[in-house]
């Protein structure tokens, strides 16, 4: 492995990939988990580090017939005990209901849930938010916390969710909070940039901590924000100047309508703001939320911290002479004139300039779902050897940039492997947020 300085060259290998990610040793047993929307296994593997079980795991990708995700999580915890369903979410909660199957007694419900219809890399007439394909399996999860009321949930989308859909900033957010509280739920969120805690990719997603069957009357909405709240104690945030910290922490920004057919209809209009911040919290329906600043000064991971040697990297990762000028056009500033496919109108288009080749001494940027391939593109990560080559991220730096073992997405295409990685999270922030977690079971775990 190819280590950075603080200059971005590329040093002698001084680490090992595990060496890169340390952690604490495991922490006495958390808890149960059903993890849904699990793809290759980001929140298990996180979690499994902080010392919780899954005891269930569900992964479908609909209107596909090889399952690339269900079989590489199968492939690492399958041996392990858990009931791995590879199953419509939807059709194992019919039968559930239908008493055809039972679900496991669980303490934490968690899950990735489907983000194509919030995601940035949408335009904003395809952003269809709640209402779209994907976006309705929210429901699913709300469904599945009606039937069991877990004492904990850990949920983690784009950061996009906050302000969906475009025609209604914020809507979409707030439907899930008021879903949440009338379910005795209080909320907290939070958008993370990992690279501000140290992990070397720069991806913003936010996490969703809800919890039940606490004594509301004993929660200040500002205390949750800054330093008693389960993300407040996994990622620390700068805290208020002295003096100002808003309305003594006891009077909400704002309350939520419960009644969910009003929200839908009256929850923000076109051209105005969302009124979620960065963080927040929801209690009974009463909102609290702030934009909070990270407060980090350990150990941060650099893009070339991840790197494989040179002599590693397999000839097609490598971009040939004659192909550098398109990877320099799409990568840079442009302004042109261009003519809309479908009317035929002239318009002008202009995008910034993104940084070719990639810094080795800063984090990575995020790792999309088009990472693979040999094309050129303005969104693919290219780095530059000590030879001076030019080259595109192999699918193990891929893995390593979300803090996976090295050959975790083995046995599919490059191109599968990378795609599995954009939908990826970072594994060391959820076993963060998992420690935390644990600690905060000890008073509420329910009954075997």
């Known amino acids: 492995m190819q280590m950075a300085s603080a200059e971005g060259s590329i040093q002698s290998p001084t680490a090992t990939p595990d060496a890169l990610f340390p952690h604490e040793p495991m922490a006495p047993h958390g808890g149960r988990v059903v993890e849904l929307f699990a793809g290759v296994g980001g929140f298990r593997y996180g979690l499994e580090r902080a010392g919780w079980q899954v005891v269930l795991g569900n992964q479908w990708e609909p209107s596909t017939r090889v399952q690339h995700a269900f079989d590489c999580y199968h492939r690492h915890f399958g041996n392990s005990g858990s009931e791995d369903v590879n199953d419509d979410i939807a059709e194992v909660l019919d039968a559930v209901e239908r008493g055809e199957r039972a679900l496991p007694a669980f303490d934490l419900l968690v899950g990735g849930f489907p983000c194509q219809d919030y995601s940035v890399a949408k335009l904003l007439n395809q952003a269809r938010g709640i209402q779209g394909k994907k976006g309705v399996l929210w429901w699913q999860i709300n469904r599945l916390l009606e039937m069991s009321r877990p004492p904990l949930v850990f949920l983690e989308n784009v950061d996009r969710l906050l302000k969906s859909p475009a025609t209604q900033r914020g809507r979409d957010f707030a439907i899930m909070l008021a879903s949440l509280a009338s379910l005795g739920y209080i909320v907290e969120w939070r958008v993370i940039n990992a690279a501000d805690y140290g992990f070397p990719q720069r991806r913003r997603r936010v996490f969703i901590v809800a919890r039940h069957g606490m004594d509301v009357e ?231």
């Open 218 to 448: 004993l929660l200040r909405g500002a205390d949750i924000l800054y330093s008693d709240g389960v993300l407040a104690r996994a990622f620390a945030v700068v805290p208020p100047p002295e003096g100002t910290l808003f309305n003594g922490g006891s009077t909400p920004d704002f309350h939520l309508n419960r009644d969910l057919v009003h929200l839908t209809e009256s929850f923000g209009h076109a051209g105005e703001r969302s009124p979620f911040q960065n963080g927040g919290v929801m209690i009974g329906g009463a909102v609290w939320t702030r934009h909070l600043e990270a407060d980090f000064e350990g150990h941060r991971v650099l893009l070339g911290d991840v790197l494989q040697d040179e002599a590693e990297v397999p000839a097609e990762y490598f971009i040939q002479d004659e192909r550098l000028d398109a990877w320099r056009y799409l990568k840079g500033a442009k302004r042109e004139e261009r003519v809309h496919k479908a009317s035929g109108m002239a318009y002008c288009y202009s995008e910034g300039t993104l940084p070719f080749p990639d810094p080795l001494n800063r984090p990575a940027r995020t790792v999309l779902t088009a990472e693979g391939g040999t094309s050129p593109s303005r969104f693919k990560h290219v780095v530059q050897t000590p030879s001076g080559r030019f080259r595109r991220l192999t699918p193990v730096e891929l893995e390593r940039i979300n803090g996976f073992p090295d050959g975790w997405t083995e046995g599919m295409t490059p191109g599968k492997r990378a795609f599995c990685m954009g939908n990826a999270l970072v594994v060391g922030a959820v076993e963060r947020v998992g420690r935390v977690l644990a600690e905060e079971l000890a008073g509420v775990t329910i009954p075997a």
